[in-house]
């Protein structure tokens, strides 16, 4: 069984987290927030204190973090693992934060003869805890299988989808594209109801049955309708993060992503109306708040 490092214990990294020191691993884990790494040790996840901590002697280093600035900061910054991983280890990179990233970092660690791999992670949180991710992996051969038994213990599914580090973020952007649009077009569907006078939780309960159907749909239309905002699955902040590494990477590729970008802007609007940390379901305010916004501008005229 592989020693594992891992950095980043929130809503997604702590099962996951848990669920391989499960699979019989040993686990040596750090998180900004000391109080996460502790209430994981009944589970087999010693706390480190600090990244460099968590980083030595490890085979393999998991990254489970937010954002691509708390990655390079866990990696390089003060106490980063990076100076402590020896040769021949591996950084799983599982964190979602674009392909440009992941290569930049995989050249500068190259240099210490550490491999990364980067497999972002799609499923929400009670996949994670059952072991049932979607993972999408880049890298070379050899380095994916130093850490498959990591992926076979996190993942009903771990297609290779690249051979270097970064195609997998490039797929999770794909994915993130859809999922982010999905979401927004459920919002607007269900006020655009409402504006016709029907009732949002009655229509939603309609087309989520016929060709309109869809995950998002099905699963952040159920918590828009009932208003479960403050039970956050995954932060409306995530999507304001990804909907910008999508919109970044498309103006990289010379590609025009109009949904990608009207979808970003409604997660935008959202966190500057203070939703950032509420469910990502919540989008649905923004939209209504523009409704009101229209239906007033009407009355005035």
Known sequence: MSKVGWIGLGAMGA????????????????????GR??????????????????????????????????????????????????????????????????????????GRGISVVDAPVSGGTARAAAGELLMMVGGAPEDIVKVAPLLDAMASSAPVVGPRPGDGQKLKLVNQLLCGVHIAA?????????????????????VRQGAAASFMLDDRGRRMVEGAFGDVKSALDIFVKDMGLVV??????????????????????GAEAGYGRRDDSSVILVYRGLLRQQQNSASQA
Request: hydrophobic share 55%; glycine share 8%.
């Open 186 to 206: 459920a919002a607007e569907a269900l006020v655009f109801a409402e504006a016709l006078g029907l009732d949002a939780a009655g229509s939603w309960e309609v």
């Open 15 to 34: 099962p996951m987290a848990r669920v391989v020191a499960g699979a019989g691993h040993s686990v040596t884990a750090f998180d900004v927030d000391p």
């Open 248 to 269: 970044d990477a498309a103006g990289s590729s010379k590609t025009r992503t109009a949904l990608a970008e009207a979808a970003q802007q409604a997660f935008q609007m």
């Open 37 to 110: 790494s502790s209430a994981l040790a009944g589970d087999g996840v010693e706390a480190s204190p600090t990244a460099a901590a968590a980083a030595t002697g490890a085979d393999v280093l998991a990254v489970m973090v937010a954002t691509p600035a708390q990655a390079a900061s866990a990696l390089f910054g003060e106490d980063g693992a990076a100076a402590a991983l020896a040769p021949g280890s591996v950084v799983l990179m599982m964190a979602t934060v674009g392909p440009a990233a992941v290569s930049s970092w995989s050249a500068q660690l190259a």
